[in-house]
């Protein structure tokens, strides 16, 4: 009697929390900025994390909690990772867009390279670099 | 008999009320438009939520290594939502550039602007260019302002 209540409880919860999951994916699609991604993931997670320790008093299988310390660690270092990841590339983009004097000077130095090494291919091209 | 139904309903009632904050935590998730309100109702489930779902997992198990290791799983968390917060917070401050005005730093601009006033009268706008006010135009206007210098050259 007590046992299938405990059975209805938890299997409700995990019931439940997989729901939640899927709403939480749809906002991690829908979500208009990165952020919004990252914050729904690191709710997944929170989630899953739930959902493993209720599993493991369902199946009355004591591993699974440990599982559980570990996923709460790679969440959290995949979220670390990601804000680093995306704070990067947006540094990058706006110093390459800032930066159009550095452009320019790099589409220079490639010109030269080219005229270089077709020099070195071809010998009209040296002719054409004397000329100039 | 009845010690084992009061620990079922102790266990579940703080289960449920776990479940109803994690919930509450992915309703205000969807509902709010900004992230940095989104991070706000996330932190609840990050907190509140793991912390009542874990201790009605740790009434229904009694002594034993598993809630042990329940209570380390609230204390790693305790520790690692607020710093995952803050950098999601900071990810979102950086690269958003319609993020609005913190009332923090208007605050800050307001006290500047009525210091510059009292000290220089109408000077108070160039005076101090801070991270509120250099917005999107300013870093436009000081890029071309590069590629201005380059086209010179």
Known sequence: MIGQAYHYLLLGAMILLGVLIIVSIIRSVLGPGISDRVIAVNMIGTIIIMLIAILSLYRNESYLVDVCLIYAMISFLSVVVLCKVYTGVYLQRKNMKANLEAVEDNLQHQEEEVIVVEAEGQPEQKEEEAVR | ?153
Request: charged fraction near 25%.
């Open chain 2, 1 to 153: 008999m009845t010690g084992g139904w009061i620990r079922f309903l102790a266990a579940a009632g703080l289960l449920l009320l776990g479940l109803f904050f994690e919930v509450l935590a992915v309703f205000g998730a969807n509902r709010f438009k900004k992230a940095l309100n989104r991070i706000h109702a996330a932190a609840m489930g990050d907190t509140l939520g793991i912390l009542f779902v874990s201790l009605g997992l740790m009434v229904m198990r009694g002594f034993s290594m598993d809630s042990l290791k329940l209570f380390l799983v609230i204390l790693f968390f305790w520790l690692a939502s607020p710093v995952s917060g803050h950098m999601i917070a900071r990810l979102e401050a950086m690269t958003n550039q319609n993020l609005g005005e913190i009332a923090v730093i208007r605050m800050e601009k307001e006290d500047r602007e009525k210091a510059a006033g009292s000290g220089r009268p109408g000077g108070g706008d160039e005076s101090l260019p801070d991270a509120a006010e250099t917005g999107p135009e300013e870093k436009g206007k000081s890029g071309s302002g590069k590629g201005r210098k380059g086209a010179e050259k």
